[in-house]
T-cell receptor, first 114, second 113 residues
Framework: DAEITQSPRHKITETGRQVTLACHQTWNHNNMFWYRQDLGHGLRLIHYSYGVQDTNKGEVSDGYSVSRSNTEDLPLTLESAASSQTSVYFC?????????????FGPGTRLTVL | TQLLEQSPQFLSIQEGENLTVYCNSSSVFSSLQWYRQEPGEGPVLLVTVVTGGEVKKLKRLTFQFGDARKDSSLHITAAQPGDTGLYLCAGGAGGTSYGKLTFGQGTILTVHP
């Protein structure tokens, strides 16, 4: 069965370190997204990609970067982790169903920056 | 910037009660989706509505898209403890924003036995 996976599921790091969160999907979807989820804010879009070599900034992109070298993977990098980036991160991919884009989410990565 | 206001933020009810969650915006959306999320997991899509005035039913859950496609509601009849979770609405703008969704803040529902 097609799926979307994230690793690691939990990560503790220190302020200033570079961190990369992995996202891998086997749906063969062109669209991929990274969100962060914080209480009271729902899901906020960090970066997204419409295909290989395409990346775009979302509403909260400062301090984050992504690259898309193949269809299956969209890793999210925190260049220099800050305590404000402590959050739960979700990766998603989507497909056009003919009337709307429907997103499928990974299980999330809980990141703690000390 | 499109915003979706979801209410209430928290809902604590007894098993068997009915409830409604609202999702409102001043912007028009081409589609409106509802997701349910359980602790430690990612959101799971429940339904997508795309036509103004559209009503969809999923067992005890009824979803409605406003006539002007600016708002939506989720009604649960005879809630059960298994309905407990975080409910999120999300709007798709279409056009140059295709694929992107704007999420509401979420409603945390707790159904007590």
């Amino acid at each position: 069965d097609a799926e979307i996976t994230q690793s690691p599921r939990h990560k503790i790091t220190e302020t200033g370190r570079q961190v990369t969160l992995a996202c891998h999907q086997t749906w063969n979807h062109n669209n991929m997204f990274w969100y962060r989820q914080d209480l009271g804010h729902g899901l906020r879009l960090i970066h997204y990609s419409y295909g290989v070599q395409d990346t775009n900034k979302g509403e909260v992109s400062d301090g984050y970067s992504v690259s898309r070298s193949n269809t299956e993977d969209l890793p999210l990098t925190l260049e220099s982790a800050a305590s404000s980036q402590t959050s739960v991160y979700f990766c998603a991919s989507s497909e056009w169903t003919g009337y709307a884009d429907e997103q499928f989410f990974g299980p999330g990565t809980r990141l703690t920056v000390l | 910037t499109q915003l979706l206001e979801q209410s209430p933020q928290f809902l604590s009810i007894q098993e068997g009660e009915n409830l409604t969650v609202y999702c409102n915006s001043s912007s028009v959306f081409s589609s409106l989706q509802w997701y349910r999320q359980e602790p430690g997991e990612g959101p799971v899509l429940l339904v997508t509505v795309v036509t103004g005035g559209e009503v969809k039913k999923l067992k005890r859950l009824t979803f409605q898209f406003g006539d002007a496609r600016k708002d939506s509601s989720l009604h649960i009849t005879a809630a059960q403890p298994g309905d407990t979770g975080l409910y999120l609405c999300a709007g798709g703008a279409g056009g140059t924003s295709y694929g992107k969704l704007t999420f509401g803040q979420g409603t945390i529902l707790t159904v007590h036995p």
